[in-house]
């Protein structure tokens, strides 16, 4: 390692230097994004310690490997068992310590439209202190009296936040969808072939939500039984065709000349989607056969295989949602995801149409740009004229998203029995969740439709 690398390196962590890796021949990386990153691994080294402490199968192995197991946590004042270091009440408090760390930030960095001022050195830097303030403040959260009303309160706390991150991600989902819309349609003033591009967008998108309920229909019902899946999909499935009649109706095509079948093939996935999710966190239902013996029904025959090997199903699905979950979080912190949910979007005279809109850089990324090499990857300071994404925005989503995983890896409502390898087996809070978020994202989709209906007066930008 060079000694220029070094340096930088000691910048970063303990100073307002970008971050950046030491090997030469990566890409270049942008200041923001890099930023970005960084906050991005704390997230993700939290999660993953909750995940940990929920998990029996870790537990007991670090009770039957580590010398003097007892000993250490009783010198710790864990427990004699270290019992208070795992459980859904050592989620809280590690969580509590993380959402706290991100709100600080997110009040810390209300207002900040410079990066050159003290409040955006310290966002863009002091890494390894942070990650001693983080570390500091999760520790701490052990040492919370009255734990009974402590758990009681931040259990509100954490379902309103959980329930609030939901909320936002519905919102953006069916600003893109409008968005996806605008833009491909943008492009046909210019090239007729953006009218092929838009039908067979649409035809997909509905394509896959066909085949989905029907899919559904075969592996999650039968002919006796499963009364409850049987209506879910038959309300759902008919949510989507009214979405889908709403949507090219006269009346809504007379006030929102946008509306079209594309952003309704992309709600109908996203619905059928959610309601898969549900479906498969339902608790299974079991009958009697001719022998007297219970079976499982209402869930497909690969499906009872693949839970025999429950540690391999936890870890790639925990694994998949929490990269859905930091994949959230990273597409909904951009300045255009802020400004969409104040109501602020792009007019159709500066539209440009995209085959991949959504990946094209922000308003602001056309800044000034500064390349510095300091003998490892060479970082460009994107933000020289201004920021290029809300840091206070950026930060409130995080503490969200931190409330989210505390309640998601909890069970929610389930959470006195929780434990990580029963995170597929299905809870009814769960499944009732996931159901509410579909239906919330329709009724969301729908008074975009109506609101320029039922609020003639009023200018609506979607």
Same mark, same amino acid.
């Given at each position: ?40 691994? &704390?997230?993700?080294?939290?999660? /993953? ?21 007892? %000993?250490?946590?009783? %010198? ?25 760390? +991100? ?59 959980? +329930? ?8 953006? /989902? ?43 229909? !075969? ?8 009364? &409850? ?9 008919? /949510? ?11 009346? !809504?095509?007379?006030?929102?000349? %946008? ?53 391999? !199903? ?80 950026? %930060?409130?989503? +995080? ?40 239906? !919330? ?22």
């Amino acid at each position: 390692m060079s000694a220029p690398c070094c340096a930088g390196q000691l910048a970063c962590c303990c100073g307002t230097a970008a971050c950046s890796l030491c090997c030469k021949c990566c890409p270049k990386i942008k200041q923001s994004t890099s930023t970005r990153f960084m906050y991005a691994l &704390y997230f993700i080294l939290v999660t /993953l310690i909750c995940c940990i402490m929920m998990s029996r199968t870790v537990a007991t192995e670090m009770k039957e490997r580590i010398p003097f197991y007892e %000993h250490i946590c009783k %010198h710790i004042q864990a427990g004699e068992t270290c019992e208070k270091l795992v459980g859904y009440s050592a989620v809280y408090r590690v969580s509590f310590g993380m959402a706290s760390f +991100f709100f600080i930030f997110f009040l810390f960095t209300i207002k900040i439209n410079n990066s050159k001022s003290c409040r955006a050195y310290i966002h863009n830097g002091f890494w390894f202190i942070k990650l001693l303030v983080l570390a500091a403040m999760c520790s701490g959260a052990f040492f919370i009296p009255d734990q009974d009303t402590f758990l009681n309160a931040w259990r509100y706390v954490g379902t309103g936040g959980g +329930f609030l991150f939901i909320l936002i991600q519905l919102i953006l /989902l069916v600003e893109f969808a409008h968005k996806w819309n605008k833009n491909w349609t943008a492009g046909t003033t210019h090239n007729k072939l953006w009218y092929g591009l838009l039908a067979l967008g649409t035809l997909i998108l509905y394509s896959v939500a066909a085949g989905a309920l029907i899919l559904m229909a !075969v592996f999650y019902t039968r002919s006796e039984g499963c009364k &409850y899946n049987k209506i879910l999909l038959g309300v759902n499935g008919g /949510l989507c065709l009214l979405v889908s009649l709403v949507a090219i109706s006269p009346c !809504v095509q007379s006030r929102h000349p %946008h509306s079209g079948l594309l952003q309704s093939g992309v709600i109908s996935c996203y619905v059928m989607y959610l309601t898969f999710s549900a479906l498969s966190s339902k608790p299974p239902e079991t009958i009697l056969d001719e022998n007297n013996k219970n079976i499982t029904i209402c869930i497909p025959d690969f499906s009872q295989g693949l839970h025999r090997d429950e540690n391999l !199903v936890t870890g790639l699905g925990t694994t998949l949602l929490f990269c859905c979950i930091l994949y959230s979080c990273l597409t909904s912190t951009t300045r255009a995801s802020a400004e969409a949910l104040r109501g602020i979007y792009a007019t159709p005279e500066t539209e440009v149409a995209r085959c991949c809109f959504c990946c094209a850089p922000d308003g602001d990324a056309d800044t000034e740009e500064q390349v510095e090499e300091r003998g490892g990857q060479t970082v460009i300071y994107d933000e020289k004229r201004g920021t290029v994404y809300s840091y206070s925005y950026f %930060h409130f989503v +995080f503490f969200l998203a931190s409330l989210y995983v505390m309640m998601t890896v909890t069970h929610w409502f389930h959470f006195e029995d929780a434990e990580i390898e029963k995170f597929f087996s299905g809870t009814w809070s769960t499944f009732w969740i996931k159901m509410a978020s579909c239906w !919330v994202c329709v009724l969301l989709y729908l008074w975009t439709l109506l609101a320029p209906l039922c609020c003639p007066t009023r200018q609506f930008s979607v």
